[in-house]
């Protein structure tokens, strides 16, 4: 069994692009130390609409990428994720084909915030999200897992290092390789885990408040 966030990000801002291309080393350097000392096995870098290979020494780098979908966020994760998406410019049934056919897996992710991928049908998406930053969202998020026939999985959804690890996947595979991933998911060998140290409630607690205070406002994290 392999310990893996499904959801994390190289960078804490978004937009600047050409200023995020030169921060993601220093910002995956970063996550991959929280990550470690997390104990977990892996990470998949999901950063939003466009993706980019790294590796580290010590922990198992997944290729992935979060997608800006025209009803909400998918996250693409396996071997061969598209290097560069538009936003808004895939439905949710385009991207969950875009993944297949690059042997990669679909996941629903925060699917109560900004989303309504998951309330979509014959959608053939892989999975749906435990999100570390709402992981009170847990039962809505089981339950559309199970009226969809797919796995609950459960990622961070880190913009910041210490982020990393809030809520990570069991993996039930010999070798933790971006294919096992991918095959691991597809055959319901995994297990969302939320973690629950003082540290975590304490920043849940702070993103609540975040949330409130911009109510109203559009939100793409």
């Known amino acids: 069994m392999f310990a893996v966030d499904l959801h994390a990000h190289t960078r804490f801002f978004h937009g600047h692009r050409r200023l995020g291309d ?16 997390r104990g977990l096995d892996g990470v998949a870098t999901t950063n939003h609409d466009y993706s980019r290979a790294f590796s580290d ?11 800006s979908t025209t009803h909400g966020h998918v996250l693409i994760i396996g071997p061969n994720p598209p290097i560069e998406t538009v936003p808004l410019e895939y439905t949710p049934w385009e991207v969950a084909e875009m993944a297949h056919d690059r042997d990669c897996v679909a996941i629903v992710c925060h699917p109560c915030r900004n989303s309504t991928v998951a309330d979509l049908e014959g959608v053939p998406f892989d999975a749906v999200e435990i999100n570390g930053k709402h992981p009170r969202t847990r039962p809505v998020a089981a339950e559309l897992a199970t009226a969809h026939g797919v796995p609950l999985v459960a990622g961070s959804d880190a913009h910041l290092p210490f ?42 607690r702070g993103y609540r408040t975040l949330h409130r205070r911009k109510h109203g406002e559009t939100r793409s994290e």
């Open 57 to 67: 020494s010590t922990i198992t780098a997944i290729p992935g990428i979060e997608v």
């Open 22 to 37: 030169r921060f993601d080393p220093y910002g995956f350097a970063l996550l991959a130390r929280a990550v470690d000392r």
């Open 163 to 204: 982020e990393a690890g809030r809520a990570y996947t069991m993996i039930d595979a010999d070798r933790l390789t971006p294919e096992s991933v991918v095959e691991a998911i597809r055959e319901d060998r995994v297990e969302p885990r939320v973690a629950t140290t003082r540290v975590d409630q304490v920043i849940r």
